[in-house]
């Protein structure tokens, strides 16, 4: 699966890629070098990023589903506790 990004986030991305090598690398990398590398990263490293992004979420998600009993959970049987607590307080 191919990792696309928008063309404004592909842009600022490149010119993250610049301003990183001219002032880390102390070196300047031109426009299309800049793209040539983005693309290598999103092909080469953006699937275990978005991979593990889904693991995160899917742990998330199942941390969530494993609570939703206590968030709703309901006691049965309540109609004659209602009525004896009453008679309890009369």
Request: hydrophobic share 40%; proline share 1%; net charge negative.
């Amino acid at each position: 699966m191919a990792i696309e990004i928008s063309t404004e986030s592909r842009k600022q991305a490149v010119a993250s890629i610049m301003r990183y090598f001219e002032e880390n690398m102390e070196e300047r990398i031109g426009n299309i070098a800049a793209g040539g590398l983005l693309g290598f990263f999103l092909e080469e490293l953006g699937p275990l990023v978005y991979n593990q992004a889904v693991a995160d979420v899917q742990e998330r998600l199942q941390q969530r589903v494993s609570e939703v009993d206590l968030e709703v959970h309901e006691d049965e049987f309540q109609y004659w506790r209602k009525f004896e607590r009453q008679r309890k307080t009369k």
